[in-house]
């Protein structure tokens, strides 16, 4: 009998409960990979003031979707999905970053499991230090806090592979036919924003992104007309631009009136598809006079998608 794998899901994770926002905020905020405030040793007295001040309002939005984030439902979802596409041979495990499971807690569920061998997938389609570089950090850190003998292989990015720009320009699609003119809509792909300074380290985000977005312009053809922007700054020092926001503006001043939002490097829908754009920048474009707002659907669990995984794992695997 074949020795079994785990595939490790890295995700970024998102609260479980209203309660949850501020301890997932805390964890966030104390991440010197994405944010260094200061000496490490005073972060967490600085971080503990910034979500202090901000949890109200970030609750009041998982307020608006429920009550929480979807991401660990959706995310075990598509480790199912991924599980079911590779065999009995293998079984899936989640680490969050910000939230539960925690990677110290996926790792002891692989070791009570008798696996020795792992295979981490990022679920962000785009390298950054920020996102994949911080997760796989952790990764490395709990390894070594732990002891135990693991054979570990990680799957880091692949926003361009094959499957991967089908399923997205898929969803383009599905969003496009929902209004009656395709050729008169506006394509606007939303990626998630980091610091400039982090692409002037170089940090290769932004240019897997541009990729991205042009295999996906690639299949949908020319005629269409498209914007790449970018969502969700979180603090005051300078981020990639356009900003979604400043894009939305131009676009209703440009007398643009049907617009399909595209969101980049998410791959599962949780607080900036469903609050950010989907109430967010809908209640902005309504008020700037777009007369047809839309959001193409996240990947979540398409088969495209899962096919691109799974294609990732064998490929590693040899």
């Known amino acids: 009998m074949p020795e079994k794998t785990a595939l490790l899901l890295l995700q970024m994770g998102g609260p479980d409960s209203i309660a949850a926002v501020e301890p997932f905020l805390m964890n966030l905020f104390t991440d010197r990979d994405i944010i260094k405030i200061g000496p490490s040793f005073l972060q967490p007295f600085v971080a503990r003031r910034i979500v202090k001040k901000r949890a109200p309002k970030v609750a009041a939005y998982y307020e608006q979707i429920g009550g929480k984030s979807p991401i660990r439902e959706l995310t075990d979802a598509q480790g199912k999905g991924l599980q079911e596409l590779l065999g009995s041979d293998y079984s899936y495990f989640v680490a969050m970053r910000y939230s539960r499971p925690s990677t110290l807690e996926a790792l002891a569920a ?5 696996i020795k061998r792992i295979i981490a997938v990022s679920l962000y389609p785009h390298y950054s230090r920020a996102t994949t570089g911080s997760s796989l950090n952790e990764l490395q850190r709990v390894l070594k806090q732990t002891k ?39 394509i606007v792909f939303s990626a998630h924003s980091l610091p400039q300074s982090f692409i002037d380290e170089g ?34 020092v300078k981020w990639l631009e356009p900003s979604t926001g400043a894009t ?13 939002m595209v969101p980049l490097s998410f791959v599962s829908d949780h607080i900036e598809t469903l609050h950010e754009i989907d109430i967010q920048y809908a209640e902005e ?13 996240s990947l979540n669990s398409s088969p495209l998608f899962l096919e691109c995984l799974a294609d990732l794992v064998r490929k590693v695997q040899g």
């Not at 361009?160 to 383009?172: R, T």
């Not at 541009?210 to 914007?227: D, Y």
Request: proline share 5%; hydrophobic share 35%.
């Open 148 to 186: 135990h003998k693991f054979e570990l292989t990680c799957i880091d990015r692949f926003y361009d592979h094959p499957l991967y720009i089908s399923a997205l320009s898929e969803k383009v699609f599905e969003g496009l036919a929902s209004f009656a003119d395709p050729k008169d809509v506006e």
């Open 203 to 236: 940090d290769p985000y932004l240019g897997h992104i541009e990729e991205t977005v042009r295999l996906v312009m690639e299949r949908i053809g020319n005629a269409s007309h498209h914007q790449l922007c970018f969502q969700s700054k979180a603090s005051p």
């Open 248 to 260: 939305l503006k131009r676009l209703a001043g440009e007398g643009r009136k049907n617009l399909l």
């Open 285 to 297: 474009a309504k008020e700037l006079g777009v007369t047809r707002f839309v959001r193409s659907p």
């Open 110 to 114: 692989i070791k009570n499991a008798g």
